[in-house]
């Protein structure tokens, strides 16, 4: 059995007068892949964001490895070596890609002080970070920026991984570079949770998953287990693997 990573405990969160997350149980076992799924407006982002500190939970717990991170800021949960892509990726389009990885690789004041092994894998995995070095990042397609989005997250080792939708937008050849680079990831240890509309992104890649409706977990399980029942599917999220 893997050590749990992330706990997310009867998790409620309110935004504003509304309220999104109603007792949220999550939990995210070391070294492994775990997908989050759900329609739209289950609350998947809200689940992300409250993890990160984003939004506050009002209710609940959030705690990683032994810590309980629930009240902490966002940049103290950075801090903690977990790293977060978001839906809308995050890019600083005025910076050059350059900028905005030497942003990320928080042991590094200039570029050529980036590890240079490791760059070396991101620019196999994501040629267009290579490409477009010297460029606005803004002028990127979507494509590229959100590969530049996760290149930036992996720029330095992280214990966790946190991604919102990677493969939203990207053409199919750029979404099997990015199940090899979670894949990668993951065999190196890191851990990784992660939003995904793509069941078939989902299906290649998760160790276990959990399914969100309404607010709340409303399965969990192995995401071998989920792919291989169709009328599980269906009754969670209304279609077939």
Known sequence: MNE????LEGVHTHIGAYHILHGVDLVVPSGQLTMLLGRNGAGKTTTLRTIMGLWHASQGS????SRDITALITPEIAALNIAYVPENMGIFADLTVKENML???RAAKRANQIDEARLQWIFSL????????NHPAGKLSGGQKQMLAVARAIVEP???LIVDEPSKG???AIINNMIDAFAQLKAGGTTILLVEQNINFAKRL??????MDNGMVVHSGSMKALAEDEELQHSLLGLAI
């Not at 749990?4 to 706990?7: E, G, I, N, P, R």
């Not at 994501?126 to 070095?133: D, L, N, R």
């Not at 998760?206 to 399914?211: E, F, I, L, M, R």
């Open 4 to 7: 749990v990573l992330l706990k």
């Open 62 to 65: 959030v705690c990683f490895g």
């Open 103 to 105: 942003l990320a690789a």
């Open 170 to 172: 990207l053409a199919p």
């Open 206 to 211: 998760g160790d276990s998953v959990a399914v």
């Open 126 to 133: 994501f040629p267009a970070v290579e490409k477009f070095w």
């Open 158 to 160: 992280r214990e966790l």
